[in-house]
Nanobody, 122 residues
Framework: QVQLIEIGGGAVQSGGSLSLSCVAS????????MAWFRQAPGKEREFVAG???????QYADFAKGRFTVSLDDAQDRLSLQMNTLNTDDTATYYC????????????????WGRGTQVTVSS
């Protein structure tokens, strides 16, 4: 059974940077699309950024220009570099995988990670 494991996260001051990684264990996710979602307290889970297995990336509007996502398909590793963080970025960040990008955008996720907390203080 494939499991997604998020690495990174933590606490940072506004304007700072954090890096997240997600790795697949227990099996291979070759040619899967992968993405980051986040959920803040009292809010719905939302798409952050993601990549198809062949490297086409997409960002939520709030992430454009600040976040960079990359997928190493051979290593089953999804990374997210987050810069210029602000308090609105405080949330639990989840790694997700699905066989197609359409599934990702339709929130038809096949695998979810357990999440990692990102806290941005002012």
């Amino acid at each position: 059974q494939v499991q997604l494991i998020e690495i990174g996260g933590g606490a940072v001051q506004s304007g700072g940077s954090l890096s997240l990684s997600c790795v697949a264990s227990g099996g291979s996710l070759g040619r899967y699309s992968m993405a980051w979602f986040r959920q803040a307290p009292g809010k719905e889970r939302e798409f952050v950024a993601g990549s198809t297995w062949h490297g086409i990336v997409q960002y939520a509007d709030f992430a454009k220009g600040r976040f960079t996502v990359s997928l190493d398909d051979a290593q089953d590793r999804l990374s997210l570099q987050m810069n210029t963080l602000n308090t609105d970025d405080t949330a639990t960040y989840y790694c997700a995988a699905a066989h197609t990008w359409a599934q990702i955008r339709a929130n038809e996720i096949e695998y979810w990670g357990r999440g990692t907390q990102v806290t941005v203080s002012s």
